[in-house]
């Protein structure tokens, strides 16, 4: 089956840096990457994905970027605000199915002021 | 649109009970994913309803097992609890046609198995 790897676990920066986050993933079939946002003691939410046909996407201060032959893609986000603290969950969808995710395991993003 | 919502909220079981938790999707919405969230292991996909069918499984044994309604509604069952079943329980929500879209969680049901 699919198997999502994602690193770091942790990630501290300080306010105004930039933060980056790379996640690989094991089935050539899957064609749909989200990235979810999730609060303590909140739902996940999405924040921005991506499909196979695309190499990136951009939306204002949050990118992700898909190497398919390498199969990895990773989630950065410029301008780093202390409300971007959260823990972030990249996925991919095994054998390009229409409705299951594969999570990674998180990482916890601590910004510093 | 209402987002979607899950009950209860909180759950306390002891081993061997069981449990239904409830999931009302986004209207219009007609697949309903459930998840199984732990520190352990993170999310893992447990099952996928489509129009009252299962229409995908994750690698939870037989215990755990789920219906859809006509109104697109979803439980889903855990018998004979055991003490790692203790988890917060999402179910997500999608359109579920025209390839992936996005699915939206709900708040969760957490349940704890004394």
């Known amino acids: 089956g699919e198997n999502v790897e994602q690193h770091p676990s942790t990630l501290s920066v300080q306010e105004g840096d930039s933060a980056v986050i790379k996640c690989t993933y094991s089935?050539?079939?899957?064609?749909?990457f989200p990235w979810y946002k999730q609060e303590l003691g909140k739902r996940p939410q999405l924040i921005i994905d991506i499909r196979s046909n695309v190499g990136e996407k951009k939306d204002q201060r949050i990118a992700v970027t898909l190497n398919k032959t390498a199969k990895h893609f990773s989630l950065h986000i410029t301008e780093t605000q202390p409300e971007d603290s959260a823990v972030y969950f990249c996925?991919?969808?095994?054998?390009?199915?229409?409705?299951?995710?594969?999570f990674g395991t998180g990482t916890r993003l601590q910004v510093t002021l | 649109k209402a987002g979607v919502t899950q009950t209860p909220r909180y759950l306390i079981k002891t081993r061997g009970q069981q449990v239904t938790l409830s999931c009302s999707p986004i209207s219009g919405h007609r697949s309903v994913s459930w998840y199984q969230q732990t520190p352990g292991q993170g999310l893992q996909f447990l099952f996928e309803?489509?129009?009252?069918?299962?229409?995908n499984k994750g690698n939870f044994p037989g215990r755990f097992s789920g219906r859809q309604f006509s109104n697109s509604r979803s439980e889903m069952n855990v018998s004979t609890l055991e003490l790692g079943d203790s988890a917060l329980y999402l179910c997500a929500s999608s359109p579920g046609t025209g390839g992936f879209n996005e699915q939206f969680f709900g708040p969760g049901t957490r349940l704890t198995v004394l």
């Open positions: 996925a991919a969808n095994p054998g390009g199915t229409a409705s299951k995710l594969t």
């Open positions: 309803y489509f129009s009252e069918t299962q229409r």
């Open positions: 089935d050539s079939a899957s064609n749909y």
